[in-house]
């Protein structure tokens, strides 16, 4: 499998798609979510939900995801000097990424040699992985906040946490995992999970940011519960890099508008 991955490497097969970040108080663009994508050569084509799993497992992950970070840096730098605007770009960070001896370094030596700004970079770590091992996680990330890089724990409420632990988190943001924002506004049971996430996140003085927003009633619901931001098939499916840049064009020159 690592061969196979490797060989996927050098021949140029990975590829990143560009998810917006929508602010729903303004109703601007703030930044993107960068997903990998891994088409092969027949037109079939390997879920995240798969590859990203399996390179985890043969450790391959670790070189991945050295290549999501400076691709996805060059390519938001690029849209940043292009648009003249402030993009705010979040890149996953898996378990074994994250515990990995050299993260701190290679991250710090890819920005530097991207020259790209570290504080319009999120990681988002799943609290699974951050919950495992808390003390050597608050280290990992006191490491990365001290970079000037924002921390966002992903698919919250769907893994194992502790409340105790997550107040010791240096984090900034929390993101509401899709699975509850899918049935508002029918499912009583996720309305009152997805508003006491959202009040609970700001009482430690977190932002919240939803997942899978795919129609206007989650939206509106979400807005009213005071949620920051939100992505999803409603404002924009993740996109290439062309569509993308294409997309945030057309926005930018107001001809796109996510205001409730
Ligand atoms: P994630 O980080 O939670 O990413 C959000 C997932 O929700 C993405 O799935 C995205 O395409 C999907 N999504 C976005 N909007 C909607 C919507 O409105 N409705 C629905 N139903 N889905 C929506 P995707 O791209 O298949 O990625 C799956 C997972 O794979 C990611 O979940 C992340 O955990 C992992 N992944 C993807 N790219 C990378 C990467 O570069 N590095 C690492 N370590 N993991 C990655
Ligand atoms: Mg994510
Ligand atoms: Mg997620």
């Known amino acids: 499998m690592h061969r196979r991955f490797a060989n996927a490497l050098v021949n140029n097969e990975f590829v990143l798609y560009y998810q917006p970040v929508v602010d729903l108080r303004t109703g601007e663009i703030i930044g993107c979510e960068a997903l990998c994508r891994w088409p092969h050569r027949d037109n079939s084509f390997t879920p995240p939900d798969t590859f990203i799993p399996q390179a985890e497992a043969s450790g391959f992950i670790v070189q991945l995801g050295e290549w999501v970070l400076r691709t996805a840096t060059e390519q938001v730098r690029a849209w940043q000097k292009r648009f003249s605007a402030t993009i705010l770009l979040e890149v996953n960070l898996s378990a074994r990424q994250f515990v990995h001896y050299n993260l701190v370094r290679s991250i710090e030596a890819i920005l530097e040699s991207v020259q ?14 951050a919950m495992t091992n808390a003390d050597d996680s608050i280290g990992i990330m006191r490491q990365l906040k ?3 890089i924002g921390l966002a724990l992903d698919d919250f409420g769907t893994g194992y946490s502790s409340l105790s632990h997550l107040k010791r988190f240096p984090i900034d943001k929390l993101k509401i995992d899709k699975s509850f924002v899918r049935d508002i506004p029918n499912d009583g049971n996720d309305l009152a999970i997805v508003s006491a996430i959202i009040a609970m996140a700001h009482a430690l003085g977190l932002n919240v940011q939803a997942e899978g927003v795919e129609t ?22 993740p996109l290439p890099p062309s569509e993308f840049e294409e997309f945030f064009d057309r926005y930018r020159k107001g001809g796109l508008v996510f205001k409730s």
Request: proline share 0%.
């Open 116 to 129: 790209y700004k570290a504080d319009l970079l999120e990681f988002e770590i799943t609290e699974t992985v």
């Open 146 to 148: 001290n970079l000037g």
């Open 216 to 237: 206007a009633a989650q939206s509106e619901f979400l807005r009213e519960c005071e949620c920051e931001l939100a992505q999803g098939f409603l404002f924009g499916r």
